[in-house]
């Protein structure tokens, strides 16, 4: 059975990212918290526009489903390179070493 999902980049989970990382403590400590606020901002949008694409959907048994959490997420929230892709063996046919079986991966449906 294929697994399918979507992939790229949505501003809930940008504004995510950038929590993660803060600006460095000397300049921080010169910000105020309105300044801190924009910054993130400032790095969410940075990240929503040129992020790796990720996984920004559970799995799906087919693609029209997919679509449909495409078609929402457009008109919910900011959404940028969205695509869905399915679980299949690497194209390069790279193989386990451990259990003789093809290596699977994330591919362009």
């Given amino acids: 059975m294929s697994a399918f999902c979507v992939f790229g980049m949505t501003e809930p989970l940008a504004k995510t990212l950038a ?5 460095p403590k000397k300049v921080r400590e010169k910000m105020t918290a309105q300044e801190l606020n924009e910054w993130y901002a400032e790095r969410a949008a940075t990240i929503l526009k040129s992020s790796k694409p990720r996984q920004v959907s559970p ?33 390069d046919g790279s193989i386990n070493k451990r259990t003789g079986k093809p290596l699977m991966a994330w591919l362009p449906y």
């Fill in 19 to 23: 929590a993660r990382k803060a600006p």
């Fill in 59 to 91: 799995e799906f048994d087919a693609p029209q489903f997919c679509q449909d959490w495409i078609d929402l997420a457009h008109k919910t929230v900011k959404a940028n390179g969205l695509r869905v892709m399915f679980r299949g063996p690497k194209p």
